[in-house]
């Protein structure tokens, strides 16, 4: 089995400033090297003008999901390229999940997939994230 404190300690810290990641209420649900699940819950302030989530909220999740899973091998990453399809709307009181999992890493560039679905497990939307890896550790090693 995989020890997971690396990336846990990782996201942990890049929770505890990450105001915007407090403030949509994300739910940590399992972290590892390459891999994040996020949760949340669509509030009515997360909505536009057709009562429905602002897709700006879907992206938010997925681009969250893609910052952690990518930073959890230890490098600091940061995205390059992202896109989202919002497939099914979302509406007050909807819990969505994030599954963001590795594609692809190099030493300079990683690619990720995000799986956005609904409390019916419904994919809503779908996320696609390049990032690329810095030189810089988040920890020094030892």
Known sequence: MADNSLPEKIVSKML???WFS??????RVEVRQGYCVLRMTIRKEMLNGFA???GGIT???ADSALAFASN?????SVSVETSISHIISLKEGDVITAVAEEVS??????IYQVKVK?????IVALFKGTVYRTSKNWFEEK
């Open 52 to 54: 429905i989530a602002h």
């Open 16 to 18: 505890d400033t990450d």
């Open 118 to 122: 609904d409390q019916n497990d419904k």
């Open 22 to 27: 407090q403030w949509l209420g994300i739910e």
């Open 72 to 76: 959890s091998h230890g490098r600091m």
């Open 105 to 110: 890493i190099s030493n300079k560039i990683g």
């Open 59 to 61: 992206y938010s999740l």
